[in-house]
């Protein structure tokens, strides 16, 4: 059963990572769109998989949070991953199956799943 | 859109474009009818934007000229002899209203109202907070995040991948033996 209790756990634990996280300059972004054409397409279970995966494997310096129309509609869902210092990358007709990839290669190893990206999809 | 939650997903999306602060989203069910109401305190939109408004080729993006979230829940919900009603006013805020007959043929399943409630809550502007009420003939849920914030404090917000998560699981459980 999901409590209150429960959450004051995830408080206690985070709390202790505040400090970290926040001398880290090296914070990486997921940018999921969440227009209609977004959520149309099937943007909710990528963008609940992306929650998931950093939430299992504690990648403290990934947030993940959510847009409007990113304006190529046909190729939703979409990301886009910010990478300090590194070139934005746009994810395309994505599925929650590939997401496991994009966190581990991309935001953990810092290789852009090319085959996923907009370049290899236009 | 293959259920009713994804387009309360979309339709209160309006609302944080719109600047609320609050939001209230609302399931009831009972007596062969099913009622999705997303009613904010946003910038509201002028009548003549609102005689419009469930006209496609009405819309407040920026990247297109058409706009299909009111125009599709409005199809969804006369598909099944019911309506779609959109109160508002300037400065006020802003009632979508959407009714179905829950037990047309054509009628959605309402789907993963957990998922869309926590998205919600995960990705709120900072100040801006959001209720869940499922009312059904065998009892309530209510989900408010600012209950949620209390509990977490100043340093955690809701957008934790793992808060999220915890969220989606607490509105499951507790939509659970409702339907």
């Known amino acids: 059963m999901k409590s209150l209790e429960e959450l004051r756990a995830i408080r206690e634990k985070m709390q202790k990572q505040i400090d970290i996280r926040e001398n880290s300059a090296d914070d990486i972004r997921v940018v999921v769109g969440m227009a209609t054409c977004g959520i149309a397409a099937g943007a909710r279970p990528v963008l609940t998989a ?44 994505l599925t929650p199956e590939k997401v496991p990839r994009i966190v581990a290669e991309h935001l953990v190893n810092h290789n852009p799943v090319t085959e996923y990206t907009i370049g290899a999809a236009e | 859109m293959k259920e009713l939650s994804l ?54 993006r920026t990247t297109r000229k058409v706009g299909l979230g009111l125009p599709l829940l409005r199809l969804a919900a006369e598909q099944t002899g019911g309506g779609l009603r959109v109160e508002s006013r300037l400065g006020v805020g802003t009632t979508v209203t959407a009714a179905f ?79």
């Open chain 1, 50 to 93: 992306f929650l998931e995966e950093v939430a299992k494997r504690e990648l403290k310096n990934v947030t993940v949070t959510q847009t409007g129309c990113i304006g190529v509609c046909r190729l939703e869902p979409i990301a886009e991953v910010y990478v300090p210092g590194e070139e934005k990358v746009t994810y395309v007709k």
């Open chain 2, 101 to 179: 007959r829950a037990d047309h043929i054509d009628c959605p399943p309402l789907g993963d109202t957990a998922s869309t409630v926590s998205l919600l809550a995960q990705g709120l502007p900072e100040g801006m907070e959001l209720t869940y009420t499922r009312r059904t003939p065998r009892g309530e849920f209510r989900f408010d995040t600012a209950e949620i914030r209390a509990v977490l404090g100043p340093d955690v917000p809701l957008s934790e991948p793992e808060v999220a998560e915890w969220m989606r699981g607490y509105v499951a459980e507790g939509e659970e033996g409702l339907a």
């Open chain 2, 7 to 60: 387009h309360i997903l979309d339709i209160a999306q309006n609302s944080i474009a719109a600047g609320a602060k609050h939001v209230d989203l609302t399931v009831e069910e009972g007596e062969g009818l099913l009622r999705i109401t997303v009613a904010d305190d946003g910038r509201g939109m002028s009548p003549e934007f609102l005689a419009s408004v469930t006209d496609p080729f009405t819309t407040t």
